[in-house]
């Protein structure tokens, strides 16, 4: 299978900060990436997919970027609904995996 | 809009089996590949298994193979996920999640979640 590692596991931030997250591949995905996020409680919601497309309805303060074995999912400008964990998932091949996960926390 | 609800879920003995249940509605079924996806008590995601839109194939992930088996019933908007030999490790709310590609191949992501069935599998 391939391994999803994802960084910092746990982030603190404030109202207004850019926020970067990362996930690294244990191989080559190319761009078959998917981010989510999720509330405490609340499914996971699909916010990026192919890497770097924003799903329809994602504010555009969510961008991802990377190929290959890195990438990055950036806030421009944390938002109080931004406090979430963040699942990074490739779909490479037909055994998915997802990452382990960043918790944003308030600073 | 888009609904999957999932049933089934509940307290099971270690060893023993249970089959998880998800009607849809709000799309076409029959067209879509669909997913369960786990997630333990204060745990991460793990991907279970994907179908096909057609049923014509299917795939798990390693923990889960060769004890679960997803199907669908397309005539009646519904996929299932049989789960045998249970053990504490698979205590778990369980999603059923829908592929966003219609038709042919699956994409492999998740468009639209369910709310999640709980498994508990406890003596």
């Known amino acids: 299978d391939i391994q999803m590692t994802q960084s910092p596991s746990t982030l603190s931030a404030s109202v207004g900060d850019r926020v970067t997250i990362t996930c690294r591949a244990s191989?080559?995905?190319?761009?078959?990436l998917a981010w989510y996020q999720q509330k405490p409680g609340k499914v996971p919601k699909l916010l990026i997919y192919?890497?770097?497309s924003l799903e329809s309805g994602v504010p555009s303060r969510f961008s991802g970027s990377g190929s290959g074995t890195e990438f990055t999912l950036t806030i421009s400008s944390l938002q109080p609904d931004d406090f979430a964990t963040y699942y990074c998932?490739?779909?490479?091949?037909?055994?998915?995996?997802f990452g382990g996960g960043t918790k944003v926390e308030i600073k | 809009q888009v609904q999957l609800v999932e049933s089934g879920g509940g307290v099971v003995q270690p060893g023993r089996s249970l089959r998880l249940s998800c009607v849809v509605s709000?799309?076409?079924?029959?067209?879509?590949?669909m997913h369960w996806v786990r997630q333990a008590p204060g745990k991460g995601l793990e991907w279970v298994a994907v179908?096909?839109?057609?049923?014509?194939?299917?795939y798990y992930g390693e923990s889960v193979k060769g004890r679960f088996t997803i199907t669908r019933d397309n005539s009646k908007n519904t996929l299932f996920l049989l789960m045998n030999s249970l053990t504490s490790e698979d205590t778990a709310v369980y999603y059923c999640?829908?592929?966003?590609?219609?038709?042919?191949?699956?994409?492999?992501?998740?468009?639209?979640w369910g709310q999640g069935t709980l498994v508990t599998v406890s003596s």
């Open positions: 999640v829908k592929d966003p590609r219609r038709g042919g191949t699956v994409a492999g992501y998740s468009d639209n």
């Open positions: 191989q080559s995905i190319s761009s078959w």
């Open positions: 192919k890497a770097s």
């Open positions: 179908i096909s839109y057609d049923g014509s194939n299917e």
């Open positions: 709000g799309f076409t079924f029959s067209s879509y590949g």
């Open positions: 998932q490739q779909y490479n091949s037909y055994s998915l995996t």
